[in-house]
């Protein structure tokens, strides 16, 4: 038998799953949905599924999107030649809105990491190659995270992209505080790494 109480503690439950969120805040947030129109906190339940639902991969770079292609990849306007690797869709929309770069992304959905058990094969390192066979991009700019997986994983690319194409491989500038986070960096300082970013291997 559930008691009257029981969807508001499965509310509390789920809220207090959320990053940053305590048992208080989420008693808070319970009872206010509560008290809230059902037009209103249906609109956040609605969003929540949507979210889930209507939202997967790009089918070419990885990117979140409602559609077959994402904005990145949909956008006529873009420099096709270039494509810039990331660890996840925050990371590239960061790197996006500088203005610094106007190619196209691919998003890995993580690094490589020995501690965690993430090997290639947990990440978009194949779909990656395979763009780069058609010819059409001639520089990779390599944009994981400035740290130590970050940093292995980027190397492990570049390996893997100079057996694969003859294209430009890059690596962000070290523009960005050490063991920093593309998604926590000013504009300014990723639209400067983005800049003056170093060849690692390739053609000039
Ligand atoms: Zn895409």
Redesign the pocket.
């Known amino acids: 038998m559930k008691t009257p109480i029981e969807p508001i503690e499965r509310v509390i439950d789920e809220l207090g799953k959320l990053p940053g969120i305590g048992r208080r805040s989420a008693e808070r947030m319970a009872y206010h949905l509560l008290a809230a129109s059902e037009k209103d906190a249906m609109a956040l339940a609605v969003a929540i599924r949507d979210l889930k639902k209507r939202l997967h991969p ?6 979140v ?1 409602d559609g077959d ?6 956008d006529p306007d873009r420099d096709r030649s270039a494509v810039c690797v990331v660890e996840s869709q925050r990371d590239a929309l960061a790197l996006d809105e500088t203005g610094a770069y106007r190619g ?2 691919h998003v890995l959905g993580g690094r490589l990491s020995p501690t965690a058990g993430t090997g290639p094969e947990q990440l978009s390192v194949e779909p990656l190659l395979a763009r780069l066979d058609g010819g059409e991009i001639r520089e990779v700019i390599l944009a994981t995270n400035p740290d130590l997986e970050g940093d292995g994983t980027a190397a492990f690319l570049a390996e893997m992209v100079e057996r694969r194409s003859g294209a430009k491989i890059s690596r962000l500038a070290r523009g960005l505080s050490s063991g920093g986070q593309i998604e926590l960096a000013g504009r300014d300082s990723l639209g400067a790494a983005l800049a003056n970013r170093q060849p690692l291997r390739g053609k000039a």
């Open positions: 790009c089918r070419v770079c990885g990117a999107t292609l994402c904005v990145f990849c949909s196209l992304f």
